[in-house]
């Protein structure tokens, strides 16, 4: 086995270096969901009497598949950003929109 020998010691740090960052940036960019294979669609869901944003989300998470094995506080969060919602203050017959697959 013939053996090499590395003359500039800069040059091979700095493209071990970027070598690990090629990597790392690869990995990072696999390992994030993608929802390419399924479109997302909306409902128009109606504020009931008494309904709040809590209960709403309780019903999605049974009903909805889009927010299967979701934590309630992200369902809430992402209906409140979805419908521009500044509080958690809801009015009977208010219009939200909640994403479906």
Same mark, same amino acid.
């Given at each position: ?9 800069? /040059?091979? $740090? ?10 790392? %940036? ?6 994030? #969901? !993608?929802?390419?294979?399924? &479109? $997302?669609?909306? #409902? !128009? @869901? ?8 809590? !209960?709403?989300?309780? /019903? &999605?998470? =049974?009903?909805?598949?889009?927010? =299967?094995? @979701? ?6 969060? &992402? %209906? /409140? @950003? ?12 208010? @219009?939200? #929109?909640?994403?479906?697959?």
């Amino acid at each position: 086995m013939k053996h090499r020998k590395i003359i500039n010691k800069n /040059k091979f $740090i700095r493209s071990i270096f970027i070598l690990l960052a090629l990597v790392v %940036i690869i990995i990072w960019i696999a390992s994030h #969901k !993608t929802y390419s294979s399924s &479109e $997302i669609k909306y #409902k !128009t @869901e109606y504020v009931g009497k008494g309904e709040t944003l809590w !209960t709403i989300a309780e /019903k &999605e998470i =049974q009903r909805n598949s889009y927010f =299967q094995n @979701e934590d309630i506080r992200n369902v809430i969060l &992402e %209906i /409140k @950003e979805l419908n521009n919602m500044h509080t958690s203050d809801l009015l009977e017959g208010m @219009e939200l #929109k909640i994403p479906i697959y």
